[in-house]
T-cell receptor, first 109, second 114 residues
Framework: GQNIDQPTEMTATEGAIVQINCTYQ??????LFWYQQHAGEAPTFLSY????GLEEKGRFSSFLSRSKGYSYLLLKELQMKDSASYLC??????????FGAGTTVTVRA | IAGITQAPTSQILAAGRRMTLRCTQD?????MYWYRQDLGLGLRLIHY???????GKGEVPDGYSVSRANTDDFPLTLASAVPSQTSVYFC?????????????FGPGTRLTVL
């Protein structure tokens, strides 16, 4: 089975940095995705990691450690529009995505 | 159209009724997926199709069926709806069912079964 854990909620101040952790135990691994989902909308792709290390894309960065079954999404210079749910998802051996329950980030002024 | 569309946007359905949720993409993607999203549970895969003419079962397939007659369309059918199928349903597609191919999601269908 698949087990993907991430915190339920996080709150941060505008301009700050927030780190969302994700730990996973899955049947096989072909990469880890992060998606952003605003309330009432569809998830949209943020990042993909398949090798260990840090991937940076503007204000967002994603890190992966395969040996530890661990990833994090780093959001820098937080803006109000970053208030959303962030979904961690692992691609298994059959190339199927398993999602965590999501982390709701609230950005306060 | 551009991207992936779903219909209807929302629906209230009596238990026991048959319902088909529609999904169409114009990106010529080979792989398509149906998920349901419930509070606290995240997205769960119902059925998938790696290419036209083939389908497979996901994590929660019971009570649902799909077909993939062509590349663009991937309808999801509830043969006899039950209240536990109340959920938000998302259709998604990707270029291929392989690593690194991001999935693009439709806007979702909010279904309530009474």
């Amino acid at each position: 089975g698949q087990n993907i854990d991430q915190p339920t909620e996080m709150t941060a101040t505008e301009g700050a940095i927030v780190q969302i952790n994700c730990t996973y135990q899955t049947s096989g691994f072909n990469g880890l995705f992060w998606y952003q989902q605003h309330a009432g909308e569809a998830p949209t792709f943020l990042s993909y990691n398949v090798l260990d290390g840090l991937e940076e894309k503007g204000r967002f960065s994603s890190f992966l450690s395969r040996s530890k079954g661990y990833s994090y999404l780093l959001l820098k210079e937080l803006q109000m529009k970053d208030s959303a749910s962030y979904l961690c998802a692992v691609l298994d051996n059959d190339y199927k995505l398993s999602f965590g329950a999501g982390t709701t980030v609230t950005v306060r002024a | 159209i551009a991207g992936i569309t779903q219909a209807p946007t929302s629906q209230i359905l009596a238990a026991g009724r048959r319902m088909t949720l529609r999904c169409t993409q114009d990106m010529r993607h080979n792989a398509m997926y149906w998920y349901r999203q419930d509070l606290g549970l995240g997205l769960r895969l119902i059925h998938y199709s790696n290419t036209a003419g083939t389908t497979g079962k996901g994590e929660v397939p019971d009570g649902y069926s799909v077909s993939r007659a062509n590349t663009d369309d991937f309808p999801l059918t509830l043969a006899s709806a039950v209240p536990s199928q109340t959920s938000v349903y998302f259709c998604a597609s990707s270029e291929r069912a392989s690593g690194g191919n991001e999935q693009f999601f439709g806007p979702g269908t909010r279904l309530t079964v009474l």
